[in-house]
């Protein structure tokens, strides 16, 4: 039931497409006194066609019901569609590594937003939900800490030092993996096995202090290891 007009309560409308989840979220909300379930959609299109999250102080939305766990694009999409609302996403650990620091200016395009990993309590989830509500952050410890701690490798980087350390080999690979080849191609190229291809850039991200493919290719631009191409 609706709660009057002056009420000091925050209106919460959930997004997810798995209804057992949509169900137990809207009724923890309803369970609190201070917030109301005004609504509730399996998707972003329907939540839109029924426009009563228009009234909502949070959206709850789970993270798999928007973009399989690819958050950057869900928050760039949800920063871009409605930017003055308040998101608290829920996911999974895998969504929580999907969060990159270069990733963060896109999510701060949002009011308010925050990460949680749909897998804990009730009363930790209100809680959340609360802060929210109130402009504040809400993110999970250990992505915290990974975010920082890249952050951190990257403020203490200075020169090119890192790339010293690799082997005439790795410095092979890493070129080869920025200028697109796949693991595949680079082990016919080289006359190795897919295996030692792998081997090669494990070792060459513990040197670099990198964890994504898509860094390799990023860092090996911004040394001019090799130049990006303009096919268009």
């Not at 798995?18 to 917030?35: K, M, T």
């Not at 959206?59 to 608290?88: C, G, H, K």
């Not at 992505?143 to 203490?156: D, F, G, H, Y």
């Not at 200028?179 to 030692?196: C, D, M, P, Y």
Request: hydrophobic content about 40%.
């Amino acid at each position: 039931m609706r709660r009057q007009a002056g009420d000091s309560v925050v209106r919460v409308y959930v997004v997810a497409d798995f209804e057992p989840l949509r169900v137990g979220l809207a009724n923890a909300i309803a369970s609190a006194p201070d917030l109301e379930i005004i609504g509730w959609a399996p998707s972003l299109g329907e939540m839109v066609r029924d426009g009563s999250y228009r009234e909502s102080d949070v959206i709850v939305v789970d993270v798999q019901t928007v973009n399989q766990a690819n958050m950057p694009e869900v928050y760039r999409s949800v920063a871009e569609w409605f930017p003055a609302l308040r998101v608290l996403f829920l996911g999974g650990p895998e969504d929580g590594r999907a969060i990159a620091p270069e990733d963060i200016p896109t999510y701060m395009g949002l009011s308010s937003t925050g990460f949680l990993y749909k897998h804990g309590d009730a009363e930790r989830f209100l809680e959340a939900v609360r802060i929210i509500a109130t402009d504040g952050f809400v993110c999970e410890a250990d992505v915290i800490k990974r975010i920082l701690t890249r952050l951190s490798q990257w403020a203490n980087y200075s020169g090119d030092g890192r790339a010293e350390n690799l082997s005439e080999r790795q410095s092979e690979v890493l070129v080869m993996v920025a200028s697109g080849r796949s693991n595949k191609e680079i082990a016919q190229e080289l006359f190795v096995s897919e295996g030692t291809v792998k081997v090669h850039i494990s070792h060459i991200m513990t040197k670099l202090a990198l964890d994504r493919r898509t860094e390799l290719v990023r860092y090996a631009l911004s040394k001019g290891l090799v130049q990006m191409t303009d096919e268009s």
